[in-house]
């Protein structure tokens, strides 16, 4: 499963973008979708995930920065899972990736080590 990320870009300090992550996986009864970032200098963190299980319907969870901010979305009739974000700060900046994998990959403390592709990302500079 090929992931190719877009949307990324700069943009002031408030302003907003909307990052894409193509996939046909939401289509399937178990799937999850990740949003991960990671800065220079710094480790990798989670943004956020949604979940679709058979009996179990659509969880999303998201990390405390991104909570209130930052929005997932899927669009199925466009295969997209999308990340919206709102009343970006500098420290937003770094690279995005989407990750895909099964349900049980999308987990309340955003860990990434349980999906199976990723994307090679897109760079979001915020400027103050």
């Known amino acids: 499963v090929q992931l190719v990320e877009s949307g990324g870009g700069f943009v002031q300090a408030g302003g907003s973008l909307r990052l894409s992550c193509p996939t046909t996986?939401?289509?399937?009864?178990?799937?999850?979708v990740g949003w991960f970032r990671q800065a220079p200098g710094k480790e990798r963190e989670g943004v956020g995930c949604v979940k679709q299980a058979e009996g179990i319907g659509q969880t999303t969870y998201y990390a405390d920065f991104s909570r209130g901010r930052f929005t997932i979305t899927i669009e199925h009739g466009e295969d997209t899972v999308y990340l919206q974000l709102n009343g970006v700060k500098s420290e937003d900046t770094g690279r995005y990736y989407c990750a895909v994998g099964w349900s049980f990959a999308c987990v309340l403390d955003l860990k990434g080590q349980n999906y199976l592709s990723w994307g090679q990302g897109t760079q979001v500079t915020v400027s103050s």
């Open positions: 996986t939401i289509h399937k009864s178990d799937y999850a």
